[in-house]
């Protein structure tokens, strides 16, 4: 079984340019989530897919998107990258949404923003 | 972004101590988990709790989900190098899988 898996590692870009960052959920999972960890803080949550769909958002503007493929794969973007993007991205995948599945988190990419 | 209030933010403990540390919040959770996280990798799960007042171990460890619904604590036993890392809690509200974490509790133990 292969678990989380997410690219790149790391990623350095500069204000004002734009990012995708990539995850692929563990085999059987049909439900992905972003969380943005600042240094020293604990994951925020993103938003969430499921089954193509987002399926809710947490506190994030809208040049935060994403999008979800038919094999559950899933693509994070950030437009107009500002120094405070910088962070460790997240994502975990779980099978099911709406009541809690237990998640699987992947390593992260780590951001830098300057 | 709400973030859970977790404390002690950092400890320093000699091997074979143990550990206790807690998470607050200010509204209710249905259910509360705690992870941990070592340098460059993702959080794994160590301990969910469902129920207000459930006790639940694995291993060392060992979780309290808080009568009020608006605290957990999770406390180590006899503390070897491995456990060093970060440890969250997370919570969940009603009906949703959207995990609201705490602000971690570093952990580092010493020979």
């Known amino acids: 079984e292969t678990g989380v898996t997410q690219s790149p590692t790391h990623l350095i870009k500069t204000r004002g340019q734009q990012v995708t960052l990539r995850c692929s959920s563990q085999?059987?999972?049909?439900?992905v989530s972003w969380y943005q960890q600042a240094l020293g803080q604990g994951p925020q949550f993103i938003f969430q897919?499921?089954?193509?769909?987002?399926?809710g958002r947490g506190n994030f503007p809208p040049r935060f998107s994403g999008l979800q493929f038919p094999n559950y794969s899933s693509e994070l973007n950030v437009n107009a990258l500002e120094l405070d993007d910088s962070a460790l991205y997240l994502c975990?995948?779980?099978?099911?949404?709406?009541?809690?599945?237990?998640?699987?988190f992947g390593p992260g990419t780590r951001l830098t923003v300057l | 972004g709400q973030q859970l209030n977790q404390s002690p933010q950092s400890m320093f403990i000699q091997e074979g101590e143990d550990v206790s540390m807690n998470c607050t919040s200010s509204s209710i959770f249905n259910t509360w988990l705690w992870y941990k996280q070592d340098p460059g990798e993702g959080p794994v799960l160590l301990i969910a709790l469902y129920k207000a007042g459930e006790l639940t171990s694995n291993g060392r460890l060992t979780a309290q989900f808080g009568i009020t619904r608006k605290d957990s604590f999770l406390n180590i036993s006899a503390s070897i190098p491995s456990d060093v890392g970060t440890y969250f809690c997370a919570g969940l509200p009603y009906n949703t899988d959207k995990l609201i974490f705490g602000t971690g509790t570093r952990l580092q133990v010493f020979p």
């Open positions: 085999s059987g999972h049909n439900t």
């Open positions: 975990a995948s779980s099978l099911g949404a709406g009541t809690y599945n237990e998640q699987f």
């Open positions: 897919y499921y089954r193509e769909e987002e399926n």
